[in-house]
């Protein structure tokens, strides 16, 4: 069993920063893809980035891409989210997962998953 707790979410402005955190338990993360996906009220739940178990490649949503950076550090056994250039269409709660020994961007895929931390973003 993993578990993972994320924090760093709040209220920015447009325009600013945050960097979220995804702390795990119970087992290295050194041998899980971890991914980040968030939910927007009445929306469904969209990938957002994720970093390879096999070689910490990365991977983003086109609308993250270039303003987020997922990174991990598996001393540690957390994986981080920067956020910069935030906008307001990126509010949402924001979820960590780890999926073992496969990389994906499918959430469904994903085998352990955070409770989530709330973004919002004010124009």
């Known amino acids: 069993q993993v578990q993972l707790v994320e924090s760093g979410g709040g209220l920015v402005q447009a325009g600013g920063s945050l960097r979220l955190s995804c702390a795990a338990s119970g087992r290295p993360l050194n041998r899980y893809t971890m991914g980040w996906f968030r939910q927007a009220p009445g929306k469904e739940r969209e990938f957002v980035a994720a970093i390879s178990w096999a070689d910490d490649t990365t991977y983003y949503a086109d609308s993250v891409k270039g303003r987020f950076t997922i990174s991990r550090d598996n001393a540690k056994n957390t994986v981080y989210l920067q956020m910069n250039s935030l906008k307001p269409e990126d509010t949402a709660v924001y979820y960590c997962?780890?999926?073992?020994?496969?990389?994906?961007?499918?959430?469904?895929?994903?085998?352990?998953w955070g409770q989530g931390t709330q973004v919002t973003v004010s124009s």
């Open positions: 997962a780890a999926k073992y020994l496969i990389t994906t961007m499918t959430g469904l895929r994903y085998d352990y």
